[in-house]
């Protein structure tokens, strides 16, 4: 048990449509990433809040988004969806920022894209 | 840039066998390395991480990991496999800079067989 939830657990979409997927992290943890697994592969870093602002992104695409609150939720935004864009979506909080830290993660939302 | 290398997608071991799991990397800046554990429909569990204190790291059910410098190498092991072991497993190493990235391998599928 990490103390990190995601909602929904399963999620079918079609094709160009929007989605929104919710993450809730430990008290205290001001850092929040999210990863996206595809099936068969290893989690890929999608991009990382730190205090409610962006403060590093993989190599994806402006269609996705996040924010972050001050409750400790965050949010994945998926706009134009893309059969590609099926996969396991994680997030993972923290305390801070460095290197060190272990990322605690949750669950995860399986998205399947039609 | 960052990465890892995960030998061998699947390994079967025989219960009660050792377990060895390899993963190398590759990294410009002194490294910090997780293992990571996914139960089948979970998110990741935290195995163990290297953060420089000591080469060898022991982490939860029994494994432990040894960082080999020169061989830059970080495989996990285990005395003893036993069936709760069956999982999927993933090295990680953690960029250096803002956003803080994890470049997560491939993964291993770990098999127990009785």
């Known amino acids: 048990e990490t103390g990190v939830t995601q909602s929904p657990t399963h999620l079918i979409k079609t094709r160009g449509q929007q989605v929104t997927l919710r993450c809730s992290s430990q008290?205290?943890?001001?850092?929040v990433s999210w990863y996206q697994q595809a099936l068969g592969q290893g989690p890929q870093f999608i991009f990382q809040y730190y205090r409610e602002e962006e403060n590093g992104r993989g190599n994806f695409p402006p269609r996705f988004s996040g924010l972050q609150f001050p409750n400790y939720s965050s949010e994945l935004n998926v706009n134009a969806l893309e059969l590609d864009d099926s996969a396991l979506y994680l997030c993972?909080?923290?305390?801070?920022?460095?290197?060190?830290?272990?990322?605690?993660f949750g669950p995860g939302t399986r998205l399947l894209v039609l | 840039a960052q990465s890892v290398t995960q030998l061998g997608s699947h390994v079967s071991v025989s219960e009660g066998a050792l377990v060895l799991l390899r993963c190398n990397y590759s990294?410009?800046?002194?490294?910090?390395l997780f293992w990571y554990v996914q139960y089948p429909n979970q998110g990741l569990q935290l195995l163990l991480k290297?953060?420089?204190?000591?080469?060898l790291v022991k982490g939860i059910n029994g494994f432990e990991a040894e960082f080999k410098k020169s061989e830059t190498s970080f495989h996990l092991t285990k005395p003893s496999a036993h069936m709760s072991d069956a999982a999927e497993y993933f090295c990680a190493v953690s960029d250096l800079g803002t956003g803080n990235q994890f470049y997560f391998g491939t993964g291993t599928s770990l098999t127990v067989i009785p």
């Open positions: 990294s410009s800046v002194p490294p910090y």
């Open positions: 993972a909080s923290r305390v801070g920022t460095e290197r060190w830290e272990t990322q605690y």
């Open positions: 008290s205290g943890h001001n850092t």
């Open positions: 290297y953060t420089s204190a000591a080469t």
